[in-house]
């Protein structure tokens, strides 16, 4: 059986001021860093074995994934690799935007949003259902390339929400019912 160990990446200064990240390459503040340190150093004292790392392509996940490769490293020498199947939702015509700027700019595509709708999105972006196939469609390729091993997965919130959704039987509509910032 592959083993998937899924980590969302540490904060950015987008997370701070409430603005939709989706697909746009903002890097981790000082606060992401330190984030990515400390959990390089649990899964150290926890032992945590591992035969690859993946995160999505964005340099985000790429520098929570660079501490973690640096504590594992060491004693397995596992690859890096990236997928950008694990990336974001596109969220389109808001990406980057505050989220009081889209209510006041776009409150249309924000009353939809607030639908959470399978099939309903932002404008000029993915659905749900899309996002959906894109994410699953990428972590089963991963699963059966690396068939029976333990894959370390750097990726976004809206991501492990996806599989959260998928492991727990739920379905798309709705909005998220884990706790992922």
Do not use: C, Y
Not at 74 to 83: C, M, R
Not at 107 to 124: C, K
Request: negative net charge; aromatic residues 4%; charged residues 25%.
């Amino acid at each position: 059986m592959t083993e998937l160990i899924l980590i969302r990446h540490g904060e950015t200064d987008w997370n701070r001021e409430l603005r939709f990240q989706g697909q746009v390459d903002v890097p981790l503040n000082a606060t992401g860093h330190e984030q990515a340190r400390r959990l390089a150093r649990r899964l150290t004292e926890e032992a945590v074995a591992a035969d690859h790392l993946v995160s999505s392509d964005l340099v985000r996940t790429r520098q929570t994934a660079a501490p973690v490769l640096g504590a594992l490293l060491p004693q397995l020498h596992i690859d890096a690799l990236t997928d950008p199947g694990l990336r974001e939702q596109d969220f389109g015509l808001v990406d980057g935007m505050r989220v009081q700027d889209i209510k006041d700019q776009h409150p249309e595509a924000w009353a939809q949003w607030l639908r959470f709708q399978a099939d309903g999105g932002m404008p000029g972006g993915e659905t749900t259902r899309q996002f959906h196939t894109r994410v699953m469609a990428a972590l089963h390729r991963l699963a059966q390339q690396h068939a029976g091993q333990t894959l370390v997965v750097v990726t976004h919130g809206g991501v492990l929400d996806m599989v959260w959704r998928t492991a727990r039987g739920l379905g798309l509509e709705g909005p998220r019912q884990s706790d992922i910032p």
